[in-house]
């Protein structure tokens, strides 16, 4: 691996189709009639590994997708080279059974003693099915009859829950107006009585509520809702309730964290992507219920091109692909079979485990430090978030100007940090507080002395703000 | 490779979690607390490529993805080593350009002079990227409100086309029941004069007509709808046109057959899978539309921690994740990319003419033999469908009773030739027809010699029927 994470991070234009690096030329993009020479092809393929971003340094703390699980990486090319297709059994024997291994291992997980489910295309998508499964649980006629002429639904989530909600109602016909934000604590966890109260508040204007998110491991604050609570809630009123745990469902496999789910046995879907604090390649996105035919039930189109029913020589319901809505799916499954044979349980659990470690070892160093703030209190999940202060702002009273101030300074030290190319991690503003950086662990080969040098440099990098 | 498509075609079942083949246990599939070595790691990668479908095998004829291209594996297995994601254009800068380029030039090819675009899962979820921007066109308040207080949108396409269409009006809110299927012509395209009428039927009905999906290359039959015919009744009724062309976009890089999609330019919106006919690795699919800044306004939630409005660095125009509904988006254009710059447009257009020669010489073969009876006049797109006649039912008279017999002939050819495991091609009954062979032709290595043998296998494996 390259020493910087990204060697593309100064200015640049884009002109005619190339990248200009300080006003050279250096990939050549433009597609054209005529072929190019192998030479020329290997070239590009140096290049583009040189001007992208190095997600597996340990430095990039960026994305909750960091490092590599070269078990994950083997299991990847070796179901890519063979380049076939999760829909049916008969173009996919070895990973439809793959999948029911992931899935039934999943489960077993949660603590069901059985389920359904299958991998998609990322976290957003399969949370959407959650809300697709929720609404057709209790109106299975709208699936025919579109929501026209249906009720007012709406689904209710956290402040701190993922877009993919919102945009996820958008989508699906719901309306982003009716994701109702139910208010979280300091540490971005849903309050289980003002879920209560705002069911309540929905029902008394008409609407109906259908679906719960809840979310374990939020984005930006790495927040667990508690899960046995918020079951208590959707258990009263009858609703579904989906965990979207893309980001800190892995503490399942720690006997250490995996508290911070209680209850989740009680959910009725669950989405975790094991890309993220797991390593694996993107995309790595496990979809399970524990309702046994519902996906089919919801998104099937019974295809006779594809998934005729008088096949002989197997069952037609390995014919897993009509449980999704995508035709074509990735054969995702080997890279997390392989991986998770590879380090077992246990293995993934030691990862788990060393990375909240990690996390508060540096939370622990922070708080110490004058020239730092924490914007919560304690590390939640292996987010870290945190303002730099920088020497000039220091002392100075907190206020529209102080505020006005700090917003400033994470983007200034963010582009610093990219042009360095050393390391790399994320900022955002938060519920109307400024700027502030989040830091998130998910990589084995990050070390706490990584992270002293990074405390060190962000104060090199700020010295004169 | 291998010389047989796959070694898993014996009968098997599955008991507790491993795959028995012949009564012997070959890949233990159970995933456990404790790690596995290496050795044994190796045996199941082995294991999973010996029992898996061989797609790149010059027989496998089965689906629409067939042969695999180097470049393009090349390109996915760079892309997918770096292991990023393409949201932003800090985590992806080479990706997000190649993506542009990717665009642009697609976009040429359809005869735009500009347009916006993406890459993303598979065509059923970029054909809903159509669908929805034809409803966030032309009822923009829908995507805040939700579709229970409006209009019944109705949504029109052949009775040939793709399931996507009834999964994503399902999964969009706009119900399966308003999907209009409009006849088609014998050679399973769409009739412009039957869709003008569904049209105005709907309006009569109260119903709202927002968007047309007309098909370039039909999955069964191969059908090409006649675009020019079908943008004039979408202009008449100003409705959005979408061309679903997963299978045979890939005539508009050759010359001679792009006359099939002639009109496309009046198309609104597009959506073209190179990972059928061009063999790029799955998934390579790219939307494209011609409504510029459609897809943000459409699909966009606008989250600040991810889309920072005040990157110092770069535009934020560069980061395009909020074009799509995914959040985590691979990085699928390399492999496209790497491909046209390996095979330039000239490549492609050579392989999708050899591919159709193919198809003529297959449709040509089979119409001299009385053992065989084409489903359609002339092959369409490279899909050849037929029905194997065997000696029992020559001469009988068609009726009901060859019909039930014809219909169980297929399935009996199929099991056989999987078991054998030396040629691989789907079979489906069709609006009302009994089960036929549909054989395609993708693959750059089939040659005429293997079809000659497809035939000759095809009569030895049902002689006896």
Not at 26 to 55: A, F, G, N
Not at 385 to 402: D, H, N, R, V
Not at 444 to 451: A, F, I, P, S
Request: with cysteine; proline share 5%.
């Amino acid at each position: 691996m390259d020493s910087s994470i990204c060697q593309c991070e100064t200015a640049f234009s884009t002109i005619d189709s190339s990248i200009y690096l300080c006003g050279i030329v250096t990939i050549d993009l433009e597609l054209r009639d005529d072929p190019e020479p192998h030479e020329s092809l290997l070239d590009h393929c140096k290049k583009t590994i040189q001007h992208s971003v190095k997600t597996g340094h340990p430095m990039f703390l960026n994305q909750l997708y960091q490092g590599m699980d070269p078990y994950g990486l083997a299991g990847q090319f070796v179901s890519d080279s063979l380049n076939t297709n999760l829909h049916t059994f008969e173009a996919a024997p070895v990973f439809v059974l793959m999948e029911q291994e992931v899935v039934r291992k999943v489960c077993s997980l949660i603590g069901w003693p059985a389920g359904d489910g299958l991998m998609g295309a990322g976290g957003s998508m399969l949370n959407m099915f959650g809300i697709n499964l929720a609404r057709h649980k209790y109106f299975p006629d709208l699936k025919k009859t579109g929501m026209h002429g249906g009720p007012r639904l709406v689904l209710l989530t956290s402040a701190e829950s993922h877009y993919s909600m919102t945009k996820g109602a958008g989508f699906l016909g719901i309306g982003t107006d009716n994701v109702i934000k139910v208010k979280c604590d300091e540490r971005g966890q849903m309050l289980p009585e003002e879920l209560d109260k705002a069911i309540e508040d929905a029902k008394s204007q008409g609407s109906v509520p259908f679906c719960v998110n809840a979310t374990s491991g939020t984005t930006v604050t790495g927040g667990y809702d508690p899960l046995g609570a918020i079951a208590d809630v959707c258990q009263k009123h009858r609703l579904w309730l989906h965990v979207d745990a893309a980001w800190g469902g892995s503490v399942l496999t720690s006997r250490k964290h995996r508290g911070l789910m209680a209850g989740v046995e009680r959910a009725d879907s669950l989405l975790w992507n094991p890309h993220k604090m797991l390593s694996l390649p993107l995309q790595c996105s496990v979809f399970v219920t524990r309702e046994q035919g519902l996906l089919k039930a919801a998104h099937a189109s019974g295809a006779t091109y594809l998934f005729q029913k008088d096949k002989i020589s197997y069952d037609a319901s390995y014919d897993v692909g009509d449980k999704s809505i995508q035709c074509g799916r990735k054969t995702d499954p080997m890279k997390f079979w392989l991986s998770w044979k590879a380090h077992g349980t246990r293995g993934f659990e030691q990862h788990v485990d060393y990375v909240f470690e990690l996390a508060q070892y540096l939370y622990d160093k922070l708080i110490s430090r004058k020239d730092f703030k924490m914007v919560l209190p304690g590390p939640n999940c292996t987010n870290v978030c945190f303002w730099y202060i920088p020497p000039s702002l220091q002392g100075m009273p907190e206020g529209p100007e102080f505020t006005k101030k700090l917003d400033q300074v994470a983007p200034v030290i963010k582009d610093r940090m990219t042009k360095n190319g050393n390391m790399m991690v994320q900022y955002q503003p938060l519920d109307g507080v400024p700027n502030f950086f989040r830091l998130v662990l998910a990589n084995t080969e990050t070390t706490r002395q990584d992270l002293d040098f990074f405390v060190e440099e962000i104060e090199r990098l700020g010295a004169d703000l």
